[in-house]
């Protein structure tokens, strides 16, 4: 979980992420699951945030049934696709979430 002053220090962030949500067409549950995700698994690098965004706007279209390619977050996110591959599932079970199987 996370605190208020978790959102508004990362404001940052968060604004990438709803500007890559926009681009990808996402649907408000998407966006706010990736939201939530960044917020609850938040690195304390920098240099590592622009690569969680990444994974969040994945892993919370998956969540929200609102799928989009990891080629397409990648590129929106300014990441390479295999950083969203590497990390989506760690970010999910940081977050306590079980990823998929498949």
Do not use: C
């Not at 604004?15 to 698994?41: C, N, P, Q, V, Y």
């Not at 929106?76 to 306590?96: F, H, I, N, P, Y």
Request: charged share 30%.
């Amino acid at each position: 979980m996370y605190r208020a002053r978790d959102h508004v220090e990362n404001k940052e962030w968060i604004a990438a992420i709803d500007d890559a949500a926009e681009r990808l067409e996402l649907g408000s549950e998407a966006k706010s699951r990736a939201i939530d995700l960044f917020l609850s698994t938040i690195p304390t690098e920098d240099r590592s945030k622009r690569a969680t965004v990444a994974a969040s706007l994945y892993a919370g279209s998956l969540i929200a049934g609102d799928r989009r390619s990891q080629s397409a977050v990648a590129d929106v996110a300014g990441v390479s696709r295999l950083t969203v591959q590497k990390r989506w599932k760690d970010l999910l079970s940081e977050a306590g979430l079980e990823p998929p199987e498949w």
